[in-house]
């Protein structure tokens, strides 16, 4: 099962595909999850992209693309993946294409998370983060039981920089004017499900996994 998640920052994708790995038993590729790891290494690439991604701006196609093909590379992903933050601009989508073609496959669905500006707003400046486990809470909807700190391992949880309002709304519009074109990117290739996202989270996970018994069947 090879499969895309496309929406908004904020739209629900990263829990989503949580959820399906679990179900499908296929890797989850976060591109903005390994940026920001290489950032907390220190590593060359991590140095090369740590101002664009506390300005919200997209890393070069060139980069993100050649990371992309290395990791779906990789062993674990010979049966699918569900591919999350990845492709965001027409360029890495037919990039993506080609990748897939040379290996001797295709996309078999993409799923669009359909949500609001003001919905991300809220949600992600609610959003924080344990740094130390990586669980992710949010003020509003799914608050930890103790003033932000961890419910599994006591950490003081944080806000990520890319959260803070400005930015936020900084990443919704490089993705209504780079990424939103993808939506007809793959509606015109007959494989885009839309799944309305700001709903109940059990909501949306029934609805992906509805679509994706479909086109896996
Ligand atoms: P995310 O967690 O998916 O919102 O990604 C965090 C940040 O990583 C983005 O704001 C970008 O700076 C960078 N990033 C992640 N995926 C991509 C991508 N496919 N193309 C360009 N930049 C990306």
Redesign the pocket.
């Known amino acids: 099962m090879r499969i895309v998640l496309l929406g908004a920052?904020g739209a629900g994708k990263g829990t989503l595909a949580r959820d399906l790995v679990e179900l499908f038993s296929v890797p989850h590729i976060?591109?903005?999850?390994m940026?920001r790891e290489a950032v907390a290494s220190g590593s060359e690439l991590g140095k090369q992209v740590q101002h664009?991604?506390s300005s919200?701006?997209?890393?070069p196609d060139e980069i993100?693309n050649r990371l992309v093909r290395d990791r779906i590379s990789k062993p674990d992903c010979k049966d699918g993946f569900i591919l999350?933050?990845?492709?965001?601009?027409v360029q890495?989508a037919s990039a993506l294409d080609e990748m897939l073609k040379n290996m001797g496959h295709k996309l078999d669905a993409v799923l669009y998370l359909k949500v609001s500006e003001d919905v991300v707003v809220k949600r992600l400046t609610n959003r924080r983060v344990c740094p130390k486990c990586g669980k992710i809470y949010n003020l509003l909807s799914m608050p930890p039981k103790k003033d932000e700190i961890c419910d599994d391992c006591g950490t003081k949880l944080v806000q990520r920089d890319?959260d803070k309002e400005d930015v936020v709304r900084n990443?919704f519009r490089v993705y209504t004017e780079t990424t939103a074109p993808l939506i007809n990117y793959y509606k015109e290739r007959g494989i885009l499900v839309e799944i309305d996202a700001e709903a109940d989270h059990r909501n949306t996970v029934q609805k992906a996994v509805e679509a994706l018994k479909k086109v896996i069947a």
């Open positions: 920052p976060s591109t903005g999850d940026f664009i991604l919200g701006a997209l890393v993100v999350d933050g990845y492709p965001r601009t890495q890319d990443r």
